[in-house]
């Protein structure tokens, strides 16, 4: 095989000039020999890719390379030779590890390769458990029916986020490691000296990130059970207690009998938060700001929804994303909406 032999001061920027012209053998190692390195090539560059590197620094070669080696890159390779094709195809690709848990999607048709499929995810993630989804999130509380179906045949798992330290229950509250980006930027956001309410903060992701980095009060509302005890314990396990105040019950009556008055206010309850703007706006002071999040199809509808429910204070839109995809067509929208005096 050729080789490009040149040397090791300058090897980096020529191994970024061959990658961009597709000339390197990616299926063969770099080789290391004293002063220089060998670069594996599929052929020969053109002298005038060469000529800005100085001869005296590089040389072709015919010489052996050791090969990669390319193990399975996703649970479908796992799986090539054991399930049909056409069945791998309707696997879906993407899942969710929580800690040491990992929550798949099976579709019901590959209900006889579940279990294959559950070994092959254990065996791909190396964690401790693997879940099927066997319904949507519902009810009140935000929890979803989840089948075990590899691994050890455990629920509780500590997740880690940022620096922060996560202890929950997959079947007992809702938590998303998609939304890790989203609660990073939100708190990157927050400054000292702040009161904020998160509406719906389940097991405390939000408040334990935004108190691990900020002097703030925050308070963590849910209506879940498990969801305020494990909030408890995140409190606790990341040293926020004198930050964040876990409250268990409706977000409407805790916020209209203990007359909150916030700096700031999280709504991550994309499916049913326009229902408690009216709530949210009355204890947000002027020139406080909301994170408000929906499924959507476009902005119109969520921005017209926190424009009505703030009126007759008129709000500022300071930022709005597609926080990631719900369903084709649908987005789970963000919006940061000022309001002003």
């Known amino acids: 095989m050729i080789g490009l032999k040149i040397r090791k001061n300058i090897a980096n920027d020529m191994r970024k000039l061959l990658l961009k012209h597709s000339l390197i053998n990616l299926d063969a190692k770099i080789k290391?020999?004293?002063?220089?390195?060998?670069?594996?090539?599929?052929?020969?560059?053109?002298?005038?890719l060469l000529d800005n590197f100085g001869l005296e620094n590089l040389q072709i070669i015919e010489t052996a390379f050791e090969?990669?080696?390319?193990?399975?890159?996703?649970?479908?390779?796992?799986?090539?030779?054991?399930?049909?094709?056409?069945?791998?195809?309707e696997i879906r690709g993407s899942f969710d590890i929580i800690g040491d848990i990992v929550i798949l999607e099976i579709e019901d048709d590959l209900e006889e390769f579940k279990s294959l499929i559950g070994e092959t995810a254990l065996k791909f993630t190396k964690r401790k458990a693997v879940f099927r989804k066997r319904s949507e999130i519902k009810g009140i509380?935000?929890?979803?029916?989840?089948?075990?179906?590899?691994?050890?045949d455990i629920s509780e798992t500590v997740h880690q986020e940022f620096g922060s330290k996560l202890i929950l229950d997959v079947k007992g509250v809702y938590f998303s490691p998609r939304l890790a980006t989203e609660r990073k930027r939100v708190a990157d956001n927050v400054k000292d000296g702040e009161v904020i309410v998160d509406m719906f903060g389940g097991v405390a992701p939000?408040?334990?990130?935004?108190?691990?980095?900020?002097?703030?009060?925050?308070?963590?509302?849910?209506?879940?059970?498990?969801?305020?005890?494990?909030?408890?314990?995140?409190?606790?396990?990341?040293?926020?207690?004198?930050?964040?105040?876990?409250?268990?019950g409706d977000v409407r009556e805790v916020l209209e009998n203990k007359g909150i008055n916030a700096d700031r206010i999280i709504?991550?309850?994309?499916?049913t938060a326009y229902e408690f703007l009216d709530s949210a706006f009355n204890a947000l002071?002027?020139?406080?700001?909301?994170?408000?999040?929906?499924?959507?199809?476009?902005?119109?509808?969520p921005i017209k929804r926190l424009q009505d429910a703030a009126y007759p204070r008129k709000i500022d839109v300071l930022n709005k994303?597609?926080?990631?995809?719900?369903?084709?067509?649908?987005?789970?929208?963000g919006i940061d909406a000022k309001v002003l005096p």
């Open 206 to 248: 939000f408040p334990v990130l935004i108190a691990r980095n900020h002097e703030v009060k925050i308070y963590s509302i849910d209506i879940n059970p498990d969801a305020y005890y494990y909030a408890k314990k995140n409190i606790k396990l990341n040293k926020v207690e004198n930050k964040v105040i876990p409250i268990l």
């Open 321 to 333: 994303r597609k926080v990631r995809s719900r369903s084709p067509g649908k987005w789970h929208m």
């Open 267 to 271: 709504m991550n309850l994309p499916g």
């Open 67 to 89: 090969m990669q080696k390319r193990g399975p890159k996703s649970i479908k390779d796992y799986l090539k030779g054991r399930i049909e094709d056409e069945k791998i195809e």
């Open 141 to 152: 509380i935000r929890t979803r029916e989840l089948e075990h179906i590899a691994g050890e």
């Open 32 to 48: 290391r020999e004293d002063d220089f390195v060998v670069i594996p090539l599929i052929e020969k560059p053109q002298n005038e």
């Open 285 to 301: 002071n002027d020139g406080g700001i909301i994170h408000y999040y929906e499924f959507a199809e476009d902005f119109q509808k």
